[in-house]
């Protein structure tokens, strides 16, 4: 798993626990979890996952921050 690609991963069991708080809200709601690495979330459920760098086997060509601001998510879940 990418040790130096950073997204917010969220469990499907997330999502629901907080998918009614949402139904009615209007705009663009970025919903996610906590930034993290992509080995780091897999981590946690496969302890046997190695780390690889994507700068080193893509190069330029894919970007290392795929993170959202979660912030209006966060408001609305009052997290």
């Known amino acids: 798993a990418f040790k ?5 991963f969220m469990y499907h ?3 629901a626990k907080n998918l009614l708080k949402l139904i009615n809200k209007k705009g663009i709601i970025n ?4 930034k993290q690495t ?3 979330f897999a981590k946690k459920t496969n302890s046997k ?3 690889v ?8 060509k894919f970007p290392l921050n795929q993170s959202m601001n979660i912030s ?7 997290k």
Not at 31 to 34: K, N, R
């Open 38 to 40: 992509v080995y780091n």
């Open 4 to 8: 130096d690609v950073v997204m917010n």
């Open 72 to 78: 209006k998510y966060l408001k609305i879940i009052k």
């Open 53 to 60: 760098s994507a700068k080193k086997i893509l190069g330029n």
């Open 31 to 34: 919903i996610g979890g906590p």
């Open 49 to 51: 996952v190695k780390q």
């Open 13 to 15: 069991e997330e999502l």
